[in-house]
């Protein structure tokens, strides 16, 4: 059995960040926005953007709901032997939260979920790469004073 293609994981990534809307459609009522978003377009194009958000150069990787990018630039380097990227995401959720979303979401896009790592982070294997979660304290990654007492999360990618 082949993995899915970029295309369908990022299509199914963008699918699972978009249940919530889905939900509305099975019976579960919405709030009326519809006029608030005719009215705002850019509001609009806003949120379609949030819901199909991913971790900066690392493709498919979606940014769990409430992760933002740290003050940190991401650093992204395509080599012969595979891409290497790292992005660090800060959110007000706890650790478990973050963990509980990545080993339901990452198995859904090709990924395969690797032994437990030590302090609780979280490595994901798919064709020939690593991808890896490591909880960081805030001060070690240039966090502002705003977002002091965030969870912050390293997102490496590294070939395997």
């Known amino acids: ?15 699972l960040l978009a249940g919530p809307a889905l939900a509305g459609l099975a019976g579960v009522p919405l709030p009326a926005t519809s006029s608030a978003w005719a009215a705002d377009p850019a509001r609009a194009d806003s949120a379609r953007a949030d819901s199909a958000r991913y971790v ?7 940014v769990m709901p409430g992760l933002a990018p740290a003050e940190e630039a991401p650093l992204v380097f395509d080599k012969p032997a ?7 995401m800060a959110g007000t ?10 080993n339901q979401t990452m198995p859904q896009l090709g990924w395969s979920r690797a032994p437990q790592r ?16 490591e909880f960081v304290e805030p001060a ?10 965030a969870t912050v999360v390293r997102f490496s990618l590294i070939p395997r």
């Open 1 to 15: 059995m082949t993995a899915p293609s970029a295309t369908a994981r990022a299509t199914l990534a963008a699918l």
């Open 56 to 62: 900066e150069g690392m493709g498919d990787v979606p």
């Open 82 to 88: 595979g891409r290497i990227a790292q992005s660090v």
């Open 93 to 102: 959720m706890d650790r478990n939260a973050v963990l509980s979303f990545y």
């Open 118 to 133: 030590a302090g609780g982070s979280a490595s994901f294997l798919r064709e020939g790469e690593e991808l890896r979660l």
């Open 140 to 149: 070690r990654a240039a966090v502002s004073a705003a977002k002091a007492a």
